[in-house]
Structure formats: structure tokens, C-alpha cells
Nanobody
Framework: QVQLVESGGGLVQAGGSLRLSCAAS????????MGWFRQAPGKEREFVAA????????YYADSVKGRATISRDNAENTVYLQMNSLKPEDTAVYYC????????????????WGQGTQVTVSS
């Protein structure tokens, strides 16, 4: 059974940075498409970023493009999301997700989800 555990969330002032981590266990996910999503209070969960197995293909929501960088360390079975120039509207619970394989469907169809880590950006 795959388990995903997010960490790195917290309270940060607008303009600050955070690096979120997602550690996977139970199975090596080096060939799996991995993604980050977020859900703000009263809103639906939304796609933030994704990375294909090779690490060479990354995808971002328009709302974070230029401010976020997704990366992976396959040796550590870990995916990261670096968020810079944070805005109050980035406040949300951030979730890590994994596909069962190297799917090209980076926005949907994820099989495994973490419990989430809270990111709060103060103005």
C-alpha cells in the first residue's frame, strides 16, 4: 500500500517562500506521475503542479506559474514543491498525489493521496 506524507507547510508572510515535501513509502514511485493539489476553505480542490517520471516534464497551474517549482528525488522517493513570492490566496491545504503509473493525465486520475499540509500566508 502506497503512503504519501506531506511536510513543510506553515505560516508565512506574503512574499515569503516554503518548500513542501512529499515522502512516499510502500512502493517505489520513480516512474509514476506525481502531483500537488490544494484546497482552500470553501473551495474545490485544484491542481497546482505535476511532474512526470523522468522529471523533465513539469506542469503548473496558471495561478502559480513562475512562482512554483516541482521536483523529485527518485532515490529518496520524494517529491518537492518550492513556492516563492507567496500570496494570501495561496492559503490552502496542500496535498500530494501519485498516479499508479507514468500517466500523461497530470490533472486527474490520481490513485494515491496524502493527508495534506496546511499553508497559511498572512498579508
Amino acid at each position: 500500500q502506497v503512503q504519501l506524507v506531506e511536510s513543510g507547510g506553515g505560516l508565512v508572510q506574503a512574499g515569503g517562500s516554503l518548500r513542501l515535501s512529499c515522502a512516499a513509502s510502500g512502493r517505489t514511485l520513480s516512474r509514476n506521475t506525481m502531483g500537488w493539489f490544494r484546497q482552500a476553505p470553501g473551495k474545490e480542490r485544484e491542481f497546482v503542479a505535476a511532474i512526470r517520471w523522468s522529471g523533465g516534464s513539469t506542469y503548473y497551474a496558471d495561478s502559480v506559474k513562475g512562482r512554483a517549482t516541482i521536483s523529485r528525488d527518485n532515490a529518496e522517493n520524494t517529491v518537492y514543491l518550492q513556492m516563492n513570492s507567496l500570496k494570501p490566496e495561496d492559503t490552502a491545504v496542500y496535498y500530494c498525489a501519485a498516479h499508479r503509473d507514468y500517466s500523461s493525465n497530470v490533472m486527474n486520475g490520481y490513485s494515491y493521496w496524502g493527508q495534506g499540509t496546511q499553508v497559511t500566508v498572512s498579508s
